[in-house]
């Protein structure tokens, strides 16, 4: 069958007649027919061609495409020569069969760009030796209504598995497509596909109030069953007295000193604090007890972002006032109780979203000690609203109130005992300071600076505006937050270092534009009301002496100093050299002057303790950005959500020469009951153990590296997080406390190997 673009339906009786694979009512795309790939296929980065045999599902041929490992962005993209029209079928979705002929479960992801140029990526999991028919939303209220959720449980069965959003939900429908992509990103091990029987086709009927009822009154799935649902709070106290009794029996591994250090390695010397060393070729951290140390551990050992939002608002608007003073942000504030008087002011502002939970207590109830209010949202359709954590509830229902009367105490002791008995060294980044005395695992603190100071653009500022470090506000606001945290940690030898900030949009090195987008908008403003744009000012007239020389060096027409700091037009284009090279100095002058605030507001008050730096990304992060803070980071950190390290995204390493410590990283599914996996997909829980062995060795096999942080230790709240809707299973324990054993067991068994495996050239001789 010749390949053919869709033109509209009329063209629908001609397609399935050649294949019948496809509903009556849906329009086929491709099936491949033809013996050579058609011309509207792109191929980067993999390798494809048509077969027959397995994975054919409509038809006599499919696309099979082979993804090399450590690749970026391998797959194929699909363009016609007339946009796919869809609006013919109302809601609908893309719908096509893929086959794994690979060796291990698949992340797979799709890009579909419409006719205007919005890009939707959504991405799932295929397992080892499966087919599957996965659908895409273009319609409908999957696809354009955001319920507070990263994503939603299947509006509708029958169709196959939802590709799941790996993004904010964009709230339009795409009406014609411009193109699809289906590709990886960065695999740990080669993989192949067998794709077939691209096409669209209408929705079924969506039933109404088809989320009403789908939280229990644990905040599990109630649709779902999982081996580590619970049913009552009988057997959730069976379940935690059961796991009491065998962590009384664990303890920390053999092989590890007071701090979690390798007393099978050489002891250097102990200075009562952690420090970064290199031996040999390999970076390392060593303990207070000068022992050899690597960071094993998992983020977030905190409450809070275990709400979410409960669909009430108050009217009182006490409750939103925030003191301009505070140095923690909305997302890593726990569950501020409201008040009485705001609760009397209590209405129903989303009613959709109240009818997702089959039980929330009365204010009057022991249990409504856990409701609080959040007064801002990153992202979703919530501004502000009460919220409630299952998590603490379940903590009540589960440990019961001790003598004490701080049922968090017990939480925070369990959450240490399992640490030991599940061999990590560590606690990662945003634990809770109420951990920073329990001196029996290292941990590693944090902050932010947040402000009134003033700020810049890279143009693609996910977490918000970036800061202008030339603000003398900015250092005043970056000291008062290293106070809070000096005072927290107290000087205490357990702290291995501290984060400050997390994932900055410090651009990325796909365009010139996307490199520079800071030093573009930045140029664009006002010295008067930019700092920055009044250091970089002064630098150029520094160099350039003249306009007339900056003239020259960039083939530009400014007419006068004066001209040039009221505000530098965007250009078509950015293609002179001496521009380039400035755009360069000035990022790096600018990222310098972040990480040497930062870093000497530490200095000057936790002189004994690490400065981590911020946790950079892929996408948030240059050879300017990465430069300036290895001039005073004293171990690099980045955020890095693959299937394993990989080394093409890691080549930097070798010039800056700093140890590194990756800060977040996970792997998730939906077999569970919760909607959405998370950033990477597994198969299910013992995929999941297998992921994270996987990405861990790659990390203690590189010799830069020197820690990893699992990113979470407790699932997302079902009905998304409130700070921005994120409904992941990327925790090691459940909302119930309930610890996920298949990837519990995995991460004994990789801490036991942990120490001979990246240090065993260094072993002690046996006695």
């Known amino acids: 069958m010749k390949i053919r673009s869709l033109f509209g339906v009329a063209l629908a009786a001609a397609w399935l007649c050649v294949c019948s694979a496809p509903a009556a009512d849906s329009l086929l795309v491709h099936s491949f027919e033809e013996e050579t790939l058609p011309a509207e296929l792109r191929v980067e980065g993999a390798t494809a061609e048509v077969v027959q045999g397995t994975g054919v599902t409509?038809?006599?041929?499919?696309?099979?495409?082979?993804?090399?490992?450590?690749?970026?962005?391998?797959?194929?993209?699909?363009?016609?020569?007339?946009?796919?029209?869809?609006?013919p079928l109302g809601e609908c979705h893309l719908a096509f069969d893929a086959t794994n002929v690979g060796d291990s479960s698949l992340h797979l992801r799709c890009n579909v760009t419409s006719r205007r140029g919005v890009v939707v990526r959504r991405t799932a999991c295929l397992p080892e030796g499966e087919t599957r028919t996965f659908y895409f939303p273009l319609s409908g209220p999957e696809a354009a209504k955001d319920h507070g959720m990263r994503d939603d449980p299947a509006a509708f069965a029958g169709v196959g598995h939802k590709l799941l959003l790996s993004s904010a939900k964009w709230g339009g429908n795409i009406a014609q497509i411009k193109s699809v992509s289906l590709y990886v990103l960065d695999t740990?091990?080669?993989?192949?596909?067998?794709?077939?029987?691209?096409?669209?086709?209408?929705?079924?009927?969506?039933?109404?109030?088809?989320?009403?009822?789908?939280?229990?009154?644990f905040g599990q799935s109630s649709r779902a069953e999982f081996d580590e649902k619970v049913r009552s709070e009988d057997e959730l106290r069976v379940v935690a007295e059961e796991e009491l009794a065998q962590l009384a029996a664990g303890g920390p591994l053999a092989d590890r000193g007071r701090f979690g250090g390798w007393r099978g390695g050489p002891r250097l010397d102990a200075t009562g604090y952690f420090r970064a060393e290199k031996i040999g070729e390999k970076w390392a951290l060593v303990d207070p007890e000068g022992y050899l140390y690597f960071a094993t551990g998992i983020d977030n050992l905190r409450m809070a972002n275990t709400s979410t939002f409960t669909g009430i608002d108050f009217k009182d608007p006490s409750v939103r006032y925030r003191d301009p003073e505070d140095v923690t942000p909305e997302d890593s504030i726990g569950i501020v109780p409201s008040s009485a008087e705001a609760r009397a002011t209590a209405y129903v502002a989303y009613p959709e979203r109240r009818r997702m939970f089959e039980w929330l207590p009365d204010y009057n109830h022991p249990l409504a000690k856990h409701y609080g209010y959040r007064r801002s949202a990153h992202l979703g359709p919530f501004p502000h609203g009460e919220v409630f954590s299952f998590y603490l509830a379940n903590l009540e229902r589960r440990y019961g109130v001790p003598a004490s009367g701080d049922r968090l105490e017990v939480w925070r002791r369990v959450t240490i005992d399992r640490m030991l008995d599940w061999g990590f060294t560590s606690l990662g980044n945003w634990t809770d300071a109420s951990f920073y005395q329990n001196d029996r695992v290292p941990y590693f603190a944090n902050g932010w600076i947040i402000g009134d100071?003033?700020?810049?653009?890279?143009?693609?500022?996910?977490?918000?505006?970036?800061?202008?470090?030339?603000?003398?506000?900015?250092?005043?606001?970056?000291?008062?937050?290293?106070?809070?945290?000096?005072?927290?940690?107290?000087?205490?030898?357990?702290?291995?270092?501290?984060f400050i900030d997390n994932e900055k949009a410090?651009?990325?090195?796909?365009?010139?534009?996307?490199?520079?987008?800071?030093?573009?908008?930045?140029?664009?403003?006002?010295?008067?009301?930019?700092?920055?744009?009044?250091?970089?000012?002064?630098?150029?007239?520094?160099?350039?002496?003249?306009?007339?020389?900056?003239?020259?060096?960039?083939?530009?027409?400014?007419?006068?100093?004066?001209?040039?700091?009221r505000g530098f037009a965007k250009l078509e284009a950015y293609d002179n050299r001496a521009m380039l090279a400035d755009f360069s100095e000035l990022l790096e002058l600018y990222a310098e002057a972040y990480f040497k605030t930062v870093h000497d507001a530490l200095a000057e008050v936790m002189p004994n303790h690490l400065y981590l730096g911020c946790r950079m990304t892929p996408w948030g992060m240059t050879r300017e950005t990465r430069r300036a803070a290895a001039r005073y980071a004293d171990v690099m950190s980045y955020n890095f959500y693959r299937e394993a390290l990989g080394t093409h995204n890691w080549t930097f390493l070798d010039e800056i020469d700093k140890p590194s410590i990756i800060g977040e990283f996970h792997m998730g599914t939906t077999d569970g009951g919760m909607p959405h996996a998370g950033l990477i997909h597994a198969q299910d829980q013992a995929d999941r153990g297998?992921?994270?062995?996987?990405?861990?060795?790659?990390?203690?096999?590189?010799?830069?590296?020197?820690?990893?942080?699992?990113?979470?230790?407790?699932?997302?709240?079902?009905?998304?997080?409130?700070?921005d809707g994120e409904n992941y299973n990327v925790g090691f324990v459940t909302v119930a406390d309930v610890p996920y054993k298949q990837l519990v067991d995995s991460a004994r068994e990789l801490n036991r190997s942990l120490y001979p495996r990246r240090f065993g050239d260094l072993a002690k001789p046996a006695e």
């Open 453 to 498: 100071f003033k700020t810049v653009s890279s143009g693609a500022d996910y977490w918000g505006p970036m800061p202008d470090p030339f603000d003398p506000e900015f250092k005043r606001r970056a000291e008062a937050t290293v106070a809070v945290i000096a005072e927290e940690v107290k000087g205490n030898p357990w702290c291995v270092g501290v």
């Open 188 to 217: 740990a091990s080669e993989d192949a596909v067998v794709f077939d029987n691209l096409r669209l086709a209408p929705n079924p009927t969506t039933p109404s109030g088809y989320l009403d009822g789908i939280v229990d009154r």
């Open 506 to 565: 410090w651009g990325n090195e796909k365009s010139t534009r996307s490199r520079f987008g800071i030093v573009i908008h930045t140029l664009t403003r006002d010295a008067s009301d930019s700092p920055t744009k009044a250091a970089w000012v002064a630098l150029l007239r520094e160099k350039y002496k003249t306009i007339a020389g900056l003239n020259d060096a960039w083939q530009t027409n400014v007419a006068s100093w004066e001209d040039f700091a």
């Open 58 to 87: 409509a038809g006599d041929r499919a696309l099979r495409v082979v993804f090399p490992a450590d690749t970026s962005d391998a797959g194929v993209q699909i363009t016609p020569t007339t946009p796919w029209d869809c609006r």
């Open 690 to 723: 297998r992921m994270f062995h996987t990405y861990m060795n790659s990390v203690i096999d590189n010799p830069y590296f020197v820690g990893a942080h699992w990113f979470q230790y407790i699932d997302s709240p079902m009905t998304g997080r409130a700070h």
